[in-house]
């Protein structure tokens, strides 16, 4: 089990279409956010938020817990967007970004 650091062009994407993508694509299993306030420090985990959207990094540091074959498959979650030829998950990210803001703003309020 590893936590890796999201990169940016997660945003927007829901967690559903992430495990799922990183599974297919990688054999990677993504079974949970950790979110933390970047004012305030406050954390909260979540497991399989199914239809939960990445929200902003403006306001969250995201981190995801997978399950991989070792720590260099684990680092690949989050740097597959680099990668030629494989899968961009700024693709996936379909929503604008005041949806963006908007999930932003309800996490906030869910984690006080």
Request: charged share 25%; aromatic share 10%; net charge positive.
């Amino acid at each position: 089990m590893y936590e890796v650091e999201f990169p940016e062009e997660f945003i927007g994407t829901k967690f559903c279409t992430l495990s799922n993508e990183l599974y297919k694509k990688l054999g990677i299993v993504l079974f949970a956010l950790k979110l933390r306030v970047k004012e305030g420090g406050k954390e909260k985990m979540v497991l399989n938020p199914a239809n939960f959207v990445v929200p902003s990094f403006e306001h969250f540091d995201v981190h995801g817990f997978v399950i991989a074959q070792d720590e260099f498959h684990a680092a690949k979650a989050g740097l597959l967007h680099k990668k030629k030829g494989s899968m961009k998950m700024s693709t996936l990210a379909t929503i604008g970004k005041s949806a963006t803001q908007s999930a932003a703003k309800s996490v906030l309020t869910r984690l006080e």
